[in-house]
């Protein structure tokens, strides 16, 4: 019944239109093609994502002329908050997201899903090793700041004043559960 839509017909148009092959399958294999999760009768398979190098996220600034602006995700483990992450994200200008290749959540069907969109338009890139990645940045004039519930706000050695989004920034976000890792945090220039 997917056809009576309004939407599923523009869908078959656009996949006619663009050369896009389809397979009509019943509820029950979609279900299982999809592995439960809610399709609303309509799936595409896509090739795995690819993800950018995060040095790739500071030439893209550089091209739009722009002081880069760069998250990072220290342990985010659910895939629906690494989608969230990139759709917020993608609204703040960010020019990438960077997630550690172990022990954190991965752009899955259901990162792309939360990401509303934004997954297409905002990279997201892999480090190796996450804190080697925050010195990099540093090391390319990046202000580095994490955020932390025990984190000061006051920032007195730069006269309590310091204007964030100015100047090159990464942003690093912390896991769901326990924040960011005491390493992670010790590298960044502030805590707030």
Known sequence: ??????????????????????????????DRITSGAVHQGIAAKLQAYDYADPAELLDRAAERGEPPLIVILD???????????????????????????????HMTA??????????????VARATNLTRQIKAYQDAGLM????????????????????LAAGPLAVVVGSEGKGLSRLVGETCDHLV
């Open 1 to 30: 019944g997917i056809d009576r839509d309004d939407r599923g017909r523009e869908i078959f148009q656009l996949a006619a239109e663009l050369h896009v092959p389809l397979l009509e399958v019943g509820r029950g294999e979609l």
């Open 75 to 105: 342990g985010i483990t659910d895939p629906r908050n690494l989608g969230a992450i990139v759709r917020s994200a993608s609204g703040f200008g960010v020019h990438g997201v960077v997630i550690p290749e172990r022990r954190a959540a």
């Open 110 to 123: 259901a990162a792309w899903k939360t990401s509303a969109g934004a997954a297409a338009r905002v990279p």
């Open 144 to 163: 580095v700041v994490g955020l932390a519930a025990d984190g000061g706000v006051d920032l007195p050695d730069l006269g309590g004043d310091l204007d």
